[in-house]
């Protein structure tokens, strides 16, 4: 930005398209907040051309559109087994022996969800989608697993139940959780029949629910709930220590 201010008015336009897809750039790969702040502080310069100021607006709406789904001290906005976790110091923390499934107040239809998290060794838990507030969510809505792929104990699991999968439905690529006690970060998008799950910046699943389910799912089981357009988002905890924080959503319902 101050590149700009300091270049002459015939160049305003160039170094402006810099700072703009910097910005986009930053909306689009989980620091949303940065861009912000790069974008007010275009839109308060002299001189830039006004329709790059069209185009840094329209990237201040995507950035201002995410909402926290977390107040950082407690479960409101949360329901379901809501005792099994704790709610403090910016974290939900699914705690050793407890867990259950617990879901976001509001549902969801199209969205970006993004969030960060840190296993436990041998940890297993999962992340709901488009999912009832009853009933088994794997199947009855759709589940991505959030699981230690490193842990001897799932040697022998399946492609489609290894972290980031469509559980039963879609395998994901495998290699891009850091250790057991890092925090990653990972992003899903849920946008009409497509399914996309980002892993510290690699996709690691992108997948048309309709063509993945075609001719039965890899589990041959019946899941329903590949048919929902709309439902909560959960954790699904299942009795190891897992932390989530950070969690955000932006709707594209209406885009």
Not at 106 to 132: C, H, M, Q, T, V
Not at 154 to 168: D, E, R, T
Request: glycine share 12%; proline share 4%; hydrophobic share 35%.
């Amino acid at each position: 930005v101050d590149r700009l201010v300091a270049a002459p008015e015939n160049n305003r336009g160039r170094v402006a398209d810099q700072v703009l897809e910097l910005a986009d750039r930053m909306e689009g790969n989980r620091y949303e907040s940065y861009s912000v702040n790069l974008i007010n502080a275009l839109l308060y310069s002299k001189g830039v051309p006004e329709n790059r100021r069209t185009i840094a607006k329209k990237i201040l709406q995507r950035c201002v559109a995410w909402k926290s789904l977390f107040d950082g001290k407690s479960s409101t906005g949360w329901i379901g087994q809501t005792d099994g976790y704790q709610f403090v110091d910016g974290e939900i923390r699914c705690e050793p022996g407890n867990g259950g499934n617990i879901y976001t107040a509001e549902e969801y239809s199209d969205f970006i969800l993004r969030f960060e998290f840190k296993l436990s060794p041998g940890a297993n838990n999962g992340l709901g989608l488009r999912a009832p507030a009853e009933g088994n969510a794997a199947f009855q809505g759709m589940e991505a697993q959030i699981i230690d792929n490193s842990a001897e104990k799932y040697a022998a699991l399946k492609p489609y139940q290894l972290h980031g999968s469509i559980y039963g439905v879609i395998p994901a690529v495998r290699g891009h959780l850091l250790p057991v006690g890092q925090w990653n970060f990972q992003q899903v998008r849920c946008d009409g029949r497509r399914v996309t799950v980002s892993l510290n910046g690699h996709v690691i699943v992108d997948a048309d629910l309709d063509v993945a389910s075609r001719g039965g799912t890899l589990d041959g089981a019946d899941h329903p709930g590949l048919k929902r357009t709309s439902g909560h988002i959960g954790f699904l905890g299942h009795g190891s220590a897992v932390a989530f924080r950070n969690l955000r959503l932006r709707s594209l319902s209406g885009d």
